[in-house]
């Protein structure tokens, strides 16, 4: 048995993640209501159901209470459990900050009701004559994972791994973390019989690759979104995780300190962060020594 859980990630944020902590208030608010009513009439009556949106079936009269075009967004506050609630609450805990903080507030609360209404579409047309209600946040939080990878690819994971009985905490690049949790979801997809009750992997495929999309077009202007542009963090506050992973550290740089270059006073270059080498030459004794200086840093 081999099982992995991401619990934190070592990414700075500028500001206060406002939406997504409001997001995971409205979901946990949302579950404890739906704790008080019955199962089955929360789950038929605001649970998305392929067949009824596509008007080929129709729940009892009872459960008609919205059209069936609104349940693709209130099917994303429901939830099946309370670990689907958790470990949902969780991925978004640790990734939607890092998206918010890129896109905005306004935009970022956009980015994620559209990542849910399209990972439910997604759901819907794999099967689109299933009766089987779906509920959950998965298909939108998907959305705020592609949209983490395409923007912090190099950003550290911290996860736990627990193999049999050997358990520990390990640092995992975001693009492999990601990238292995697509794969998992495409295989099993595609393995899966259509309309079998479970997972609903194609709401996880269509929202990750729905994230993918809209954060390229919804990004503010001046904000790149190549691989790995914005790898660095921008900042030195925390983000709404504890500190995990191998801290970033400022890259290698060579350059001249420009209060001795005067030859006959020598040039001194800086090394990076680690060391400084000072290059000094004298006319009289025609000769070039090198200093070396060892220095430590921590940023």
């Not at 946990?28 to 079936?57: D, K, N, T």
């Not at 202007?221 to 709404?240: H, T, Y």
């Amino acid at each position: 048995m081999i099982f992995a859980l991401p619990v934190s990630d070592d990414n700075p944020t500028d500001r206060e993640p406002v939406v997504t902590y409001l997001l995971i208030g409205l979901t946990v608010g949302a579950f404890l209501w739906q704790l008080g009513q019955p199962e089955r009439a929360v789950l038929y009556s605001y649970g998305m159901i392929p067949a009824e949106l596509f008007g080929l079936w129709h729940p009892p009269r009872a459960y008609q209470g919205i059209p069936a075009w609104s349940k693709l967004l209130t099917s994303m506050f429901l939830h099946g459990g309370w670990f689907h609630l958790i470990g949902n609450m969780l991925f978004l805990w640790i990734f939607g900050n890092n998206v918010e903080d890129v896109l905005g507030r306004g935009r970022f609360l956009l980015f994620y009701l559209c990542c849910g209404v399209a990972a439910a579409l997604t759901q819907a047309f794999s099967n689109y004559g299933a009766h089987v209600p779906m509920v959950g946040a998965s298909g939108a939080i998907a959305g705020v994972l592609g949209a983490y990878l395409l923007m912090y690819p190099q950003a550290n994971v911290r996860v736990f791994v627990w193999i049999v009985i050997f358990f520990r905490m390990v640092d995992v690049p975001a693009w492999i973390l990601l990238g292995l949790w697509f794969g998992m979801q495409l295989v099993s997809g595609l393995m899966r019989a259509p309309g079998t009750p479970g997972v609903a992997f194609w709401a996880h495929i269509g929202g990750f690759v729905s994230g993918l999309i809209l954060v390229s077009l919804l990004r503010p202007s001046g904000v790149p979104v190549p691989p790995g542009a914005l790898a660095r963090p921008r900042s030195s506050q925390r983000g709404s995780v504890p500190a995990a992973g191998r801290p970033h550290r400022r890259p290698s740089d060579i350059w001249v300190d420009r209060r001795a270059v005067n030859p006959r006073h020598g040039v001194s270059l800086w090394l990076g962060v680690a060391g400084r080498a000072t290059f000094s030459s004298r006319r009289s004794h025609r000769s070039t020594r090198l200093r070396f200086f060892a220095k430590s840093y921590s940023p």
